[in-house]
């Protein structure tokens, strides 16, 4: 098993250009979220999917799409990206939510956005 | 809403010594699951433990251990004989039951605690 995969492990993104952040994961697991990860803030709950199709907002969603048309992959999109946007991504996976007994997380993906 | 405090920002000791990491939380749950994620340098998120409300028990695994105190909303982490090897991040993590207050199926983290373990 790969476990939870994330894509690209860096990017520089212009003001105002936008992407997507892969998310991959190969244990059939139901829940998968984004976190980012900045200075002195811990990890904050961007997006979370309990599902294939069912996709929910966390604590700090504004600027961020994401979808889930199929259990393995759970894309972040960022619209227009922002320096404020500037971050470490994480993306974590679990059986069945945020309780589960593990989160597997991916490496993360490190943005910076000038 | 919940919320997790780790108060210390940052703990340096020498190699050997013990050392306690703080974790405070709040929430309004009764059922609720605590956790604790070590950051090395190299940035991955490893995990450490869960515990459920229901369990107050201590844990130990090998120099680690966990002491549960709901009474002080407390759920604190020691490192016994620390090694170098033990310098990262540690993070304490909440999530409440899912479906509970409506509120994100989510951890909300604590900021972390740099231990940092010199030899």
């Known amino acids: 098993n790969a476990g939870v995969t994330q894509t690209p492990k860096f990017q520089v993104l212009k003001t105002g250009q936008s992407m997507t952040l892969q998310c991959a994961q190969d244990m059939n697991h139901e829940y998968m979220s984004w976190y980012r990860q900045d200075p002195g803030m811990g990890l904050r709950l961007i997006h979370y999917s309990v599902g294939a199709g069912i996709t929910d907002q966390g604590e700090v969603p504004n600027g961020y799409n994401v979808s889930r048309s199929t259990t393995e992959d759970f894309p972040l999109r960022l619209l227009s990206a922002a320096p404020s946007q500037t971050s470490v991504y994480f993306c974590?996976?679990?059986?069945?939510?945020?309780?589960?007994?593990?989160?597997?997380f991916g490496p993360g993906t490190r943005l910076t956005v000038t | 809403a919940q919320k997790v405090t780790q108060a210390q920002t940052e703990i340096s000791v020498v190699e050997k010594e013990d050392v306690t990491l703080d974790c405070v939380y709040e929430t309004r749950d009764t059922t609720y699951y605590l956790f604790w994620y070590k950051q090395p340098p190299s940035g991955e998120l490893v995990f450490l433990i869960r515990r459920n409300s229901f369990d107050e028990q201590n844990e130990i695994s090998g120099r680690y251990s966990w002491n549960f105190q709901k009474s002080t909303s407390s759920f604190n982490f020691t490192i016994t004989a620390s090694q170098v090897v033990d310098s990262a991040v540690y993070f304490c993590a909440l999530s409440e039951a899912p479906g509970s207050g409506g509120g994100a199926d989510g951890l909300t983290f604590g900021k972390g605690t740099h231990l940092i373990i010199q030899p």
């Open positions: 974590a996976s679990s059986y069945s939510g945020a309780h589960s007994y593990e989160q597997y």
